[in-house]
């Protein structure tokens, strides 16, 4: 059996929290006793609670299935709802992402609404989200997914370019009978999406090629044996299925999930969410619409990299340079939108400034547009936000500040200007940790930190 590192010691009047702990350790016996081999992923809980990143996340149920590394903790997202009275909770999640708050608002019992405008990370979510099925349904679909991809004939001229990098013929030529079976089995049902994810969380672990933790693929670090497809689709079912029998025990499926807009929260009705936990994306440079690249090309949604304009990114708020090459925007109009004006005194030479440092860099990075409308999106966010919570709300925003360049954008500041303007009555931040204040070969010497920003009324 797995030994299972102990949570901190209890305090008095811990009640909800301790149940958690205990439904926890629970599931990570109930996991990990069924999978003795799975040596690398050791449960080690002794944070519950206390970090906002994702990869606590992939030591729980359901949260495993994608390694979104995007994401944040989802015993944060329940330690915030355990703090509260969950009767009139009604939580709104903009930027949802694999679906990490609204999972854990399934497993508090509370009521969720996730948006997320990425196609492939919403179905992502989706998937996870149809937890509440008969995993026999499930199996049956897998083995007739089995027995097809035996007998099936391979077709691997068509994949693009980052797929024989990532795959040997051998692995490609399984992984194929398996798609086409996949899409065989393709019926609109919760079962048909599950198998979808089995193949999907599959496909960094069977690649020759390094994945590193975020979305790229090292072409130049090989794996010495990378683990066979079949025996790894094998296991993604397993662990679906040992999933889904610990959700039906522990978690109801009240989730709404929409592909949408936060900018627009077109779905979502006035004043209908109480409690907003969300990360938006950070102004610094991370292309969100690359962090799927090699499972979209895999799955035909894309040839390469110059597909995601059109297939992901232009759907997204501009946090990165890509999104805004040069004379695809007009600066001078973007920073005199009205959506501005809260922080226009301050983004208008701080965007001067960018549009100077550029040019005496090598890459001549577009941070000047990107700032610009990067807070231009994110203004058009707090007033929807407004719109579609009620008064009075809690907004809880983990988010951390910028330095494209060396130039620091003062992000919390601004969204709390932005906020109040919108208006919300007031704004407070908690700082986690520092960052840039490590690493020798950093890009600059300004230092960062991450941390919550809650906005109140
Ligand atoms: C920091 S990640 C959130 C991850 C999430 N907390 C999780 O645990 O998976 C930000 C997400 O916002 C999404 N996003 C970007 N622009 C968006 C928009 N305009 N509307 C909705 N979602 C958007 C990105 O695709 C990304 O998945």
Redo the contacts with the bound molecule.
């Keep these: 059996m797995a030994s299972v590192t102990k949570y901190p010691e209890p305090k008095e009047g811990d009640g909800v929290l301790l149940r958690l702990r205990e439904d926890y350790e629970q599931a990570v016996l109930d996991l990990f006793e069924a999978d003795q081999d799975a040596k690398e992923v050791r449960p080690a809980l002794e944070v519950v609670g206390l970090t906002s990143n994702?990869l606590n996340n992939m030591r729980l149920p359901v949260h495993r299935w994608f390694r979104?590394s995007?994401?944040?903790s989802a015993e944060w997202v329940k330690w915030l709802l355990a703090e509260r009275d969950g009767s009139d909770l009604r939580v709104l999640?903009?930027?949802?992402?694999?679906?990490?708050?609204c999972l854990a608002c399934d497993e508090m019992g509370v009521q969720s609404y996730g948006?997320?405008?990425?196609p492939f990370?919403h179905r992502v979510a989706q998937a996870k989200l149809s937890y509440a099925t008969d995993p026999e349904r499930l199996i049956s679909k897998a083995e007739r997914a089995f027995a097809f991809a035996r007998k099936a004939a391979a077709q691997t001229e068509h994949y693009p370019e980052i797929i024989g990098k990532c795959y040997g013929l051998e692995t490609l030529d399984y992984l194929d009978r398996f798609r086409q079976a996949v899409e065989v089995e393709q019926d609109g049902s919760p079962e048909a999406g599950l198998l979808w994810m089995a193949l999907v969380s599959s496909l960094r672990v069977v690649s020759e090629a390094g994945t590193a933790p975020w979305q790229y693929v090292l072409p130049d670090r090989r794996k010495t044996v990378p683990p066979s497809p079949e025996i790894t689709l094998h296991k993604a079912v397993q662990m679906i299925a040992a999933d889904i029998r610990f959700m039906a025990r522990r978690a109801k499926p009240l989730a709404t999930l929409r592909v949408?807009?936060?900018?627009k929260c077109a779905t979502v009705p006035d004043g209908w969410a109480t409690l907003v936990i969300?990360?938006?994306?950070y102004a610094n440079n991370y292309d969100?619409a690359d962090a799927t690249r090699l499972e979209m090309a895999f799955m035909g949604e894309i040839r390469g990299w110059g597909d995601l304009q059109e297939t992901v990114r232009r759907?997204?708020?501009r946090?990165c340079s890509q999104h805004v090459p040069p004379n695809s925007v007009n600066l001078d109009e973007i920073l005199e939108s009205p959506e501005l004006a809260p922080v226009r005194d301050e983004i208008v030479p701080v965007c001067r400034e960018l549009s100077s440092v550029r040019l005496e860099r090598g890459g001549k990075k577009t941070y000047n547009n990107m700032i610009a409308c990067y807070f231009l999106?994110m203004a058009q966010t707090w007033q929807t936000l407004r719109r579609v919570c009620a008064s009075p709300s809690e907004v809880c925003f983990v988010i951390g500040d910028s330095a494209p360049y060396g130039v620091y954008v003062p992000v919390i500041e601004w969204f709390g200007k932005l906020a109040l303007a919108a208006g919300f009555e007031s704004w407070t931040f908690e700082k986690l940790r520092d960052r840039n204040i490590k690493w020798k070969n950093r890009k600059h010497r300004v230092p960062l930190c991450e941390g919550h920003l809650w906005v109140c009324g």
Excluded: K, M, N, Q
């Excluded at 999640?93 to 708050?101: A, C, E, K, M, R």
């Excluded at 969300?278 to 994306?281: F, N």
């Design positions: 994702f979104y995007a994401g944040f999640d903009p930027f949802v992402g694999s679906g990490t708050t948006i997320e405008a990425h990370v949408d807009d936060a900018r969300t990360s938006p994306p969100y759907h997204l708020v946090a999106d």
